[in-house]
């Protein structure tokens, strides 16, 4: 089994022969390593390989983890899971970014606990492309609206878009959802000129994504490998 800083390596290889077959800069995809329900130690094996940019869905979780590596003042640290109301000031007071903003209510708490010592918070607005039942985000005709209130809050900074499309067996099927976004950022983008990132891409997909303009790409399973079957299976907080 490969350590993962070889599969970190593998994963970088992956962005720039996607970045090389579509004409980009891979300076321009920034990779977010989903670290959920991994222990601290397989962070610290990402770190000492020169990840920084992790990525996390649970937030209990992800607040030991953050103070276990408080020392690491380089480190950003991703919330990409759903929001649930009773967990967005420790959000709001932990993160740099927030890619699963969906809702007003959501957006407008983090504008209010975001500390004023800190920075404004990077948030994007994560868009259900699919219209699955099963998946949190926005309707895509409901972007624009939601960009707009966010616009208006001091404390946040609306930096794009955020989507989990369905996975799919054939790639013409995934070509499919990753146009549809990269065409409603771009519309966005036109609005907004600020906007600068496309978060989508995962492990199964992460060249297709890169060929349609995705910044940040979420991979998990290619550096950290498959969940434990003893690992729990959460779908929320």
Excluded at 106 to 125: D, F, G, K, Y
Excluded at 140 to 152: D, H, R, S, T
């Amino acid at each position: 089994m490969n350590s993962i800083a070889e599969r970190l390596t593998e994963v970088r290889s992956s962005i720039s022969a996607a970045c090389l077959q579509c004409q980009r800069d891979s300076n321009e995809v920034t990779l977010i390593a989903v670290s959920k329900t991994k222990p601290s130690a397989a962070i610290a094996a990402a770190v000492a390989a020169g990840q920084r940019h992790f990525g996390e869905n649970y937030v209990q979780e992800a607040l030991q983890k953050i103070q276990h590596f408080a020392n690491h003042d380089d480190l950003v640290w991703h919330f990409i899971g759903p929001i649930q109301s009773n967990k967005t000031r420790d959000i709001a007071e932990h993160f740099n970014w927030v890619h699963s903003v969906d809702r007003s209510k959501i957006a407008q708490r983090l504008n209010q606990q975001r500390p004023a010592q800190l920075h404004p918070l990077n948030v994007l607005i994560q868009v259900n492309i699919d219209d699955e039942d099963s998946k949190a985000g926005v309707a895509p005709e409901q972007v624009a609206a939601l960009a707009a209130e966010i616009m208006q809050l001091p404390n946040l900074v609306l930096r794009g878009l955020m989507a989990i499309p369905r996975p799919q067996p054939d790639r013409a099927a995934q070509t499919q959802s990753l146009a549809a976004m990269q065409r409603l950022f771009l519309r966005l983008q036109a609005q907004y000129s600020q906007l600068d990132t496309l978060s989508m891409g995962m492990s199964d997909d992460l060249d297709v994504a890169i060929g349609h303009g995705a910044t940040m790409v979420r991979i998990g399973t290619a550096i950290f490998g498959r969940r434990d079957s003893n690992e729990p299976n959460r779908s929320s907080e």
